[in-house]
């Protein structure tokens, strides 16, 4: 099974960016892989998902317009480029994966996740 690990989080101000790493165990090949968040109180969110083998992305409403997904093949990592955050966006990211080729939005449909990284928007 593969093992997913996060990177990337820490501390940025309002208006700020970060770029977060998913960096995989061995190499992906059909799967889709995606971007969670989730603030303390609060329900995990889906925040973007990639196709691995088609390159092509979701997004989820709160990350429309400010956030971009993106892969490196020669790395097996995929990114999650954060920009003008806010401290709404403060909240622990999560990479998931699951096989196939539907980028799902619950969080039940991903069968293997990362540690998780933190990312707090604060002045």
């Known amino acids: 099974q593969v093992q997913l690990v996060e990177s990337g989080g820490g501390l940025v101000q309002p208006g700020g960016s970060l770029r977060l790493s998913c960096a995989a165990s061995?190499?992906?090949?059909?799967?889709?892989i995606a971007w969670f968040r989730q603030a303390p109180g609060e329900e995990r969110t889906f925040v973007a998902g990639?196709?691995?083998?088609?390159?092509?992305?979701w997004y989820g409403d709160l990350a429309k317009g400010r956030f971009t997904i993106a892969r490196d093949i020669a790395k097996n990592t995929v990114y999650l480029h954060m920009y003008n955050l806010q401290p709404e966006d403060t909240a622990v990211y999560y990479c998931?994966?699951?096989?196939?080729?539907?980028?799902?939005?619950?969080?039940?449909?991903?069968?293997?996740w990362g540690q998780g990284t933190q990312v707090t928007v604060s002045s």
């Open positions: 998931a994966t699951t096989t196939g080729d539907i980028v799902y939005t619950p969080g039940k449909q991903y069968d293997t």
């Open positions: 061995r190499r992906f090949s059909s799967e889709v």
């Open positions: 990639i196709r691995w083998s088609a390159d092509s992305a």
